[in-house]
Nanobody, 127 residues
């Protein structure tokens, strides 16, 4: 059964760091595009960052402007895991963070492109 399980969320002070992890239980994970999205109360789910599979001639990494220079997406195909390193966190980064995977993702980090989703992990940035 396909599962995506996120971990690493929590409460952190402004300026602090967190690293989110997501274990993706699928065969041939290295063929999947992966992404992180987030959703704040009362807002729509939005893209944070997306990363291509390791088996494509058109590899990409995309990071939305609001987190550029602060967040880094990465993957470890040997561990079927995708990460989101979050530094210099701000109160406006507070949200539930979701990882997603699909064999048909793209540079545009469109929510409609991802068919596999985790349950989400809460990140709260507050003093």
């Amino acid at each position: 059964q396909t599962q995506l399980v996120e971990s690493g969320g929590g409460l952190v002070q402004p300026g602090g760091s967190l690293r989110l992890s997501c274990v993706v239980s699928v065969a041939n994970f290295d063929y999947y595009d992966v992404a992180w999205f987030r959703q704040s109360p009362g807002k729509e789910r939005e893209a944070v960052s997306c990363l291509s599979s390791s088996h494509t001639s058109r590899r990409y990494t995309n990071v939305v402007d609001s987190v550029k220079g602060r967040f880094t997406i990465s993957r470890d195909d040997a561990k079927n895991t995708v990460y989101l390193q979050m530094d210099s966190l701000k109160p406006e980064d507070t949200a539930v963070y979701y990882c997603a995977a699909d064999r048909m993702g793209s540079y545009y980090c469109s929510i409609d492109e991802y068919g596999l989703w985790g349950q989400g992990t809460q990140v709260t940035v507050s003093s």
